[in-house]
C-alpha cells in the first residue's frame, strides 16, 4: 500500500515536468533540451535556499523564476541568434552545469534534517510522508495544470499554441513569432525547474548530476498518456500528460520490483521510448500486411 | 491607398545564382482597386507580393500604405494594415486548432493580445454568422480543428480571416492554384462577393487568365521583374484572352504551358 501511494506521490510530482515538456515538445514544436539543465537548476536553487533557512515554497517560487530565465536564453538563441533548436538548448543546459555548480558551491547538497514541502505538510496533515507526498504533488499538478489550460485558453496563450503549429499564418496576423516562441520556452522551463526543486526536496537531496535523463523521462510520460487516452484535443493532452506520467512509474516500480537493476533503468526508458514513437509506423505496416 | 515606388530586391546578390526578381517597380492601388497580375513563372509576382506583405524587404525603393512608410516595416507589424491568402492552403491556418480558434486570432490582427480568456458566447456566435455567410456549411464545425478540413474550405476560411478585420490592403496569391476546378470556383466567387461588398483594395495573382479578365476592376501583366502591361478597367473590358497571349510574345518567345492551358 505504500508503495502503491509512494509511486502514485511520484508519478504526480514528475507530471510537473511532463508538463513543461509538453509545452516545448507538444505545443511549440521545438525539441528543446534545456531541460536536463533546468530541472537539476530547480533543485539546486531550492537546496541552496531551504538549507539557508528560507521557506521551502518560497525556495519553489525562486526556482521557477530561474528556469524561466534559463528557457528565455535558449529562447534569444533559437530565435534571434538563428541557432538551431536542439543546439541552442545543448548549450544553454552545459552552461547550466557550471552555474548549478556554482550555485550549490559543490555537486550535491544535502536537505536532511530541513524542513522541506513534503515535511511541513506531513507535520500540518499528521500524516506519513508517503501520503504528505501524494497530497502535496497532486495539489501542485493540479492547480498547474488548471493554470496551464487557463492560460492557453486567453488571447495569448492561443497565440503561442498557433505559433507551434504555424508561424506564417501567425506572423500574417500581427503577431510576434520570436516573442512567442521566447515565451512558451521560458514556461516550459519555469515549469521543469519548478519540478526539480520538488523532486530535491522530496529525495532529500540536490545533485549536479540530477537532470540526465529527464527529457526522456517527461517525453516517455506524454507517448504514454497519448496513446493510452487516444488524446487529441488540448484538455485531453493536458490529462494525458498527467496520466501519463502515473503509468510511467507504475511501469517503473513494476520492473525494479521484478528484479530489474536500477541502472538499467534509463536504456528501459530509452526503448520504452522508442517504442512508442515507432508505433504508428508499425501499426501501418501490420495494417499493411493484413491488406496484403 | 498602396503605393510602391521604385522597388528593386535582388536575391543572391553578389552570387553566380543572382537573381534580379524586381527590377524596379512602381505602382499604385488607389482605394476599392481590384488588381489582377499575371506573368510567367519567375516574373516576380510572389516576390512583389512578398514585398508588399514584409515577408521579404526590398533593397531600394519605398512602400507606402495609406501614406505611412512600411518599407522596413517588420511583416508581423505591418499585418495590421495586410490580410494574406496564400497559395498553399495549409499556410493560412493552424491545423491543430479549432475553426473558431482560428478566427479569434485573425480577429486580433494588429491588435495586442490580452491574457484574457478568448471566448465568450457573444463572440462565438459572432464568429458562427461569419462562418455561415461563407454558405459552406462550416458553422456546425465551429470548434472542429482546421487539420480536418479540405483544402477548399482552408482557403474558405483563410479568406475570412484576412478580411474578417478590414484590411487596407488584401493580397492573394493564387489562392486557387492547389484546388480542383469546381471549388476553385467557389472560392474565387467568395473573393469576388467579399472584396466588392467591402470594397476592398486587393492585388490578386492568378495563372488563370480567363479568371484575371473575368474579376476586379484592373489587370497588370509582369515579366522579368516589370510590370510590362497595366489595363485599367475600361482598357479591361475589351481584352480579350488572345490579345494578352499576343502582349506576352511580344516581349518572351516561351509562353509556358501552364498560361497557355489555364486560358482554355
Redesign the interface.
Known amino acids: 500500500m505504500d508503495l502503491a501511494i509512494s509511486t502514485g506521490a511520484q508519478g504526480l510530482m514528475w507530471a510537473i515536468l511532463s508538463l513543461g515538456v509538453f509545452l516545448s515538445f507538444r505545443i511549440l514544436d521545438v525539441p528543446d533540451m534545456t531541460c536536463e539543465g533546468s530541472f537539476p537548476l530547480g533543485g539546486a536553487i531550492a537546496a541552496t535556499m531551504v538549507v539557508a533557512g528560507v521557506s521551502p515554497w518560497l525556495a519553489i517560487v525562486a526556482a521557477v523564476i530561474g528556469g524561466m530565465v534559463a528557457g528565455a536564453v535558449t529562447g534569444i538563441l533559437y530565435t534571434k541568434l538563428k541557432i538551431p533548436a536542439i543546439l541552442a538548448g545543448i548549450l544553454t543546459m552545459i552552461a547550466l552545469y557550471s552555474i548549478n555548480l556554482h550555485i550549490m558551491g559543490k555537486a550535491n547538497v544535502s536537505l536532511l534534517r530541513t524542513d522541506t514541502i513534503f515535511r511541513l505538510a506531513s507535520r500540518f496533515l499528521d500524516c506519513g510522508s508517503s501520503v504528505a507526498a501524494l497530497v502535496v504533488s497532486g495539489g501542485l499538478i493540479l492547480v498547474l495544470v488548471l493554470w496551464v489550460y487557463w492560460f492557453f485558453g486567453t488571447e495569448l496563450g492561443m497565440c503561442i499554441r498557433a505559433t507551434g503549429f504555424n508561424v506564417h499564418m501567425m506572423r500574417a496576423q500581427g503577431v510576434n513569432t520570436d516573442t512567442m516562441t521566447i515565451l512558451g520556452l521560458l514556461l516550459s522551463n519555469g515549469l521543469i525547474s519548478a519540478c526539480g526543486a520538488v523532486v530535491a526536496q522530496n529525495n532529500g537531496f540536490a545533485d549536479v548530476g540530477m537532470g540526465i535523463g529527464t527529457l526522456v523521462i517527461g517525453l516517455a510520460s506524454i507517448i504514454i498518456g497519448e496513446v493510452v487516452l487516444n488524446a487529441t484535443s488540448f484538455k485531453t493532452s493536458l490529462i494525458a500528460v498527467m496520466v501519463g506520467s502515473v503509468i510511467y512509474r507504475v511501469i517503473i516500480a513494476v520492473v525494479l520490483y521484478m528484479g530489474m537493476e536500477p541502472n538499467d533503468l534509463k536504456l528501459f526508458t530509452a526503448v520504452v521510448v522508442v517504442l512508442a514513437l515507432s508505433m504508428p509506423l508499425i501499426k501501418t505496416h501490420i495494417a499493411a500486411g493484413k491488406e496484403g | 491607398m498602396l503605393k510602391v515606388t521604385d522597388v528593386k530586391k535582388t536575391f543572391f546578390k553578389g552570387t553566380v545564382n543572382e537573381k534580379k526578381a524586381i527590377r524596379g517597380i512602381s505602382l499604385t492601388m488607389n482605394d476599392g482597386d481590384f488588381c489582377t497580375v499575371i506573368g510567367s513563372n519567375g516574373a516576380g509576382k510572389s516576390t512583389l507580393l512578398n514585398l508588399i506583405?514584409g515577408?521579404l524587404i526590398p533593397d531600394e525603393g519605398l512602400i507606402e500604405i495609406d501614406g505611412k512608410d512600411v518599407t522596413r516595416m517588420?511583416?508581423?507589424?505591418r499585418?495590421?494594415y495586410?490580410g494574406?491568402v496564400?497559395q498553399d492552403p495549409?499556410?493560412?491556418?493552424?491545423?491543430?486548432?479549432q475553426l473558431q480558434?482560428?478566427l479569434?486570432?485573425?480577429d486580433?490582427?494588429?491588435?495586442c493580445?490580452?491574457?484574457?480568456?478568448?471566448?465568450t458566447p457573444s463572440r462565438e456566435q459572432y464568429y458562427q454568422n461569419l462562418v455561415a455567410r461563407l454558405g459552406l456549411g462550416l458553422e456546425n464545425r465551429m470548434t472542429a480543428?482546421i487539420g480536418l478540413f479540405s483544402g477548399g474550405q482552408r482557403q474558405a476560411v483563410t479568406l475570412l480571416?484576412?478580411t474578417m478585420r478590414r484590411p487596407e490592403v488584401l493580397l492573394l496569391d493564387e489562392p486557387t492554384a492547389a484546388l480542383d476546378p469546381k471549388t476553385a470556383e467557389t472560392v474565387l466567387n467568395l473573393v469576388n462577393q467579399i472584396v466588392t461588398e467591402q470594397k476592398l483594395t486587393t492585388l490578386m495573382i492568378t495563372h488563370n487568365m480567363r479568371d484575371a479578365l473575368r474579376l476586379g476592376n484592373r489587370l497588370i501583366m509582369m515579366n522579368d521583374g516589370k510590370i510590362i502591361a497595366d489595363y485599367n478597367a475600361e482598357q479591361k473590358k475589351e481584352l480579350t484572352i488572345d490579345m494578352l497571349l499576343r502582349k506576352f510574345e511580344e516581349v518572351t518567345d516561351d509562353v509556358s504551358d501552364r498560361m497557355m492551358l489555364g486560358g482554355k
Do not use: Q, S, V
Request: glycine residues 8%; proline residues 3%.
Open positions: 506583405a515577408a517588420p511583416e508581423y507589424k499585418a495590421k495586410i494574406r496564400f495549409m499556410k493560412g491556418t493552424a491545423a491543430g486548432m480558434e482560428n479569434m486570432l485573425a486580433r490582427r494588429g491588435l493580445h490580452r491574457l484574457r480568456w478568448a471566448f480543428r480571416m484576412a
